[in-house]
C-alpha cells in the first residue's frame, strides 16, 4: 500500500502526540500534595459548622454534597442540603458541590425527568451560593454507575459539564470501571478530572473484607488509573461501618454515616474501621514519589463532634501528615473523695480497651471501692487494676476519657 506524504504526517503527529501522553503519564512528583475533605453530613447542624470552622486550618478545601438524588420510573426524589452559607463562606477555602445519585435502572436519556432533576439541583445550588458570595469552582457527580452504562453515563456527563462551564466538572469512579478501559477513556472525554474511591465495604461470598481500604489495592489503583491522561484525586476513607447480619450469615444492612439504626432481634452486628496506620503510610509513599497526574487526595468524610463512626481531627491531622498513629492509654485518680478512677487515651488513634490497666494509689488509706457497669477493678498493692467486666468495650477515640469506677479514701489530703 503507497503511503501519501499527507498520511505519513498524520501518522507522525499522531504517534508524537501518543508518546506526549505516555510520557506524561509515566512522570513522577514528590512533595506535600492538595488535601481535600468531603462534607458529607445531609443536615447541617450546629456541630457541622463548627467542624468547617475546626477543619478549615487543616485542608485545602471542601467539596461539599449539595443534594441527593434518587431517580425513578415517574422521576426523581430530590433532597438538596442546606448549608449554613456564612460559615463556609467565612473559611474562605476553595468549595466544590458534589450531587450524589443514587443507583437505580431506566434510561439515560438526557431529556427525561431524572436527568432534568440532576441539572435543576445543580443550578439550585449554584444560584444559592452565588447569592451567598461562595465561590464554586468545580461540581462532582457522585454516581456508581454500571460498568455496561458507562458509554451512556458519558452522555450526561457531556450535557452538565456544558451547563457548569467555565467550572471543573469531576466524576466519582469506582475501581472496576478500570477493567473497561475503552469505556473508561471514552468517559474521560467528558470531564475535567475525576476522583478514584478507594474505600469500600466489599462483600465477597457472604463474608466481609475487614478493610475498608486496602493499600496493596490502592497503589495498583492509581497505578492504574495514570494512563488515562486525566487529572484525578484518590478519595480515602475514615469512618468507620456497621453491618448486620441475620443468624444465617446473610447481609441485612450496612450503616456508615453514624446513624442509629434499629436491628432485627439475633442480628449480628460486625464493625469495620479504616485503619489509620495503613492509609498514613499510603500517604508517606505518594509524598515521596505518585503520579504526576495525581492532585492529590479528599478524605471522606470532615470529623464532626456528633459523629460516632469517623475519627476525630487528632487522629486525621497525624494521617494527613503521613505520621505514626499509636494509641496511648493513661490512668488517674481526681482530686475529690470519693476519687473517681479516670482512664483516657492520650494518643493518636482509638484505643482498643481489652487489656489489664494499672492506677496508682499514691499514699492514701483506701476504705472502700467500686467499679462502674461496663468495667471490673482489683486491689493490688498500691495500685488499682482496671479492665472490662467480661463484655467487649467500643474503642476509645484519642483525647477521650472514661469512668472506670471510684475509690474513698480516708481523709481527702491523702490523695496524690
Not at 482489683?378 to 469506677?405: D, F, N, V
Request: proline fraction near 6%.
Amino acid at each position: 500500500m503507497k503511503m501519501t506524504r499527507c498520511t505519513l504526517a498524520w501518522r507522525l503527529i499522531y504517534s508524537s502526540i501518543c508518546l506526549l501522553l505516555m510520557s506524561g503519564c509515566s512522570r513522577q512528583e514528590t512533595g506535600p500534595f492538595r488535601q481535600r475533605v468531603y462534607v458529607w453530613q445531609k443536615i447541617w447542624t450546629p456541630a457541622v459548622s463548627s467542624g468547617i470552622l475546626e477543619a478549615a486550618p487543616h485542608v485545602d478545601g471542601f467539596a461539599v454534597l449539595a443534594g441527593l438524588i434518587e431517580p425513578g420510573e415517574r422521576g426523581a426524589q430530590v433532597f438538596t442540603t442546606a448549608v449554613d452559607w456564612p460559615v463556609l463562606k467565612s473559611v474562605q477555602k476553595p468549595v466544590s458541590f458534589v450531587v450524589r445519585v443514587y443507583p437505580f435502572k431506566g434510561s439515560f436519556a438526557t431529556e427525561g425527568a431524572n436527568f432534568q432533576s440532576i441539572r435543576s439541583t445543580i443550578e439550585d445550588v449554584l444560584k444559592a451560593a452565588n447569592k451567598a458570595g461562595v465561590e464554586c469552582n468545580e461540581v462532582q457527580i457522585d454516581y456508581d454507575c454500571p460498568e455496561k452504562n458507562l458509554s451512556e453515563y458519558r452522555l450526561w456527563l457531556r450535557e452538565l459539564r456544558k451547563q457548569i462551564s467555565p467550572r471543573s466538572l469531576v466524576f466519582t469512579m469506582l475501581p472496576s470501571w478500570l477493567n473497561r478501559p475503552h469505556d473508561f477513556s471514552r468517559l474521560c472525554t467528558e470531564a475535567d478530572g475525576f476522583v478514584l474511591q478507594v474505600h469500600s465495604l466489599e462483600i465477597l461470598d457472604g463474608k466481609v473484607i475487614h478493610q475498608l481500604c486496602d493499600p496493596d489495592k490502592a497503589r495498583r489503583w492509581v497505578n492504574s488509573a495514570k494512563a488515562f491522561g486525566l487529572p484525578f484525586e484518590v478519595a480515602l476513607p475514615t469512618y468507620s461501618s456497621q453491618a448486620g447480619f441475620d443468624p444465617n450469615g446473610k447481609l441485612l444492612g450496612v450503616v456508615s454515616d453514624g446513624s442509629l439504626k434499629q436491628w432485627p432481634s439475633g442480628t449480628k452486628i460486625c464493625n469495620y474501621l479504616s485503619d489509620p496506620s495503613g492509609v498514613a503510610g499510603l500517604v508517606r509513599e505518594w509524598t515521596f514519589g505518585r503520579p504526576s497526574l495525581m492532585r492529590g487526595v479528599i478524605w471522606f468524610r470532615m470529623p464532626v463532634s456528633s459523629d460516632r463512626n469517623n475519627w476525630n481531627w487528632r487522629t486525621l491531622a497525624v494521617v494527613m501528615a503521613g505520621g505514626q498513629v499509636t494509641p496511648k492509654i493513661e490512668t488517674h485518680l481526681t482530686t475529690n473523695n470519693p476519687a473517681d478512677i479516670v482512664i483516657s487515651n492520650e494518643g493518636t488513634c482509638d484505643a482498643d480497651l481489652n487489656e489489664v490497666y494499672e492506677c496508682p494509689l499514691g499514699q492514701g488509706e483506701v476504705i472502700s471501692m467500686d467499679s462502674l457497669p461496663g468495667w471490673k477493678i482489683s486491689l493490688t498493692g498500691r495500685c488499682i487494676r482496671i479492665s472490662s467486666a467480661g463484655r467487649r468495650l467500643s474503642p476509645m477515640p484519642p483525647g477521650a476519657s472514661r469512668k472506670a469506677g471510684w475509690v474513698l479514701f480516708e481523709t481527702l489530703h491523702e490523695i496524690k
